[in-house]
T-cell receptor
Framework: KAGVTQTPRYLIKTRGQQVTLSCSPI?????VSWYQQTPGQGLQFLFE???????NKGNFPGRFSGRQFSNSRSEMNVSTLELGDSALYLC????????????FGSGTRLTVV | DQQVKQNSPSLSVQEGRISILNCDYT??????FLWYKKYPAEGPTFLIS?????DKNEDGRFTVFLNKSAKHLSLHIVPSQPGDSAVYFC?????????????FGTGTRLQVTL
């Protein structure tokens, strides 16, 4: 079966712009989580969506938002981009919320210049 | 505040020997622990996990040990193979309500040499 698909793979944006990243979970998976990976901080939890509802949120500013559609696909949006937002953004899907069977996508590498 | 810590950023081990990767945590509410392996340009891949009701879990060449009193867990790989060269992340989750939120360490880069 197809894995978790994240698009685009690479993105370059300018400070102040906004960006939308997309994640298509494994078929049948209803939970989608987003993580930010930076060299100094490792992977940090952004938020989790299950059945179109945000179930959990990490400690990120309101510029980071997300949503989930009825087909479980999820999008993440970052507004007013800052240089420090440059990172690898990873999406993970699971059958259920609170489960530990997360499968990660390959990520979107965002560079803010 | 780093609640999950991997204090060794890198580790080099000879092929065939044992690799031991360590992880410490500070949050006593964590009750489930996982190890992920990550190759460059790929997402993390789940390796093995352990619940706080156990102190050991084994899967083939991989064994995870949990010492709750010390808030410490370790991943043993025996024997180590060149294909094991990757970054290993330790992760933890809490009980219901926060179980979906994985808290990761900063990773340990394992290099298995010939």
């Amino acid at each position: 079966k197809a894995g978790v698909t994240q698009t685009p793979r690479y993105l370059i944006k300018t400070r102040g712009q906004q960006v939308t990243l997309s994640c298509s979970p494994i078929s049948g998976h209803r939970s989608v989580s987003w993580y930010q990976q930076t060299p100094g901080q490792g992977l940090q939890f952004l938020f989790e969506y299950f059945s179109e509802t945000q179930r959990n949120k990490g400690n990120f500013p309101g510029r980071f938002s997300g949503r989930q559609f009825s087909n479980s696909r999820s999008e993440m949006n970052v507004s007013t981009l800052e240089l420090g937002d440059s990172a690898l953004y990873l999406c993970a899907s699971s059958l259920w919320t609170g489960g530990n069977g997360y499968t990660f996508g390959s990520g979107t590498r965002l560079t803010v210049v | 505040d780093q609640q999950v810590k991997q204090n060794s950023p890198s580790l080099s081990v000879q092929e065939g020997r044992i690799s031991i990767l360590n992880c410490d945590y500070t949050n006593s509410m964590f009750d489930y622990f996982l190890w992920y392996k990550k190759y460059p340009a790929e997402g993390p891949t789940f390796l093995i996990s352990i619940s706080s009701i156990k102190d050991k879990n084994e899967d083939g060449r991989f064994t995870v040990f949990l010492n709750k009193s010390a808030k410490h867990l370790s991943l043993h790989i025996v024997p180590s193979q060149p294909g094991d060269s990757a970054v290993y992340f330790c992760a933890a989750s809490g009980n219901t309500g926060t179980a979906s939120k994985l808290t990761f360490g900063t990773g340990t880069r394992l290099q298995v040499t010939l």
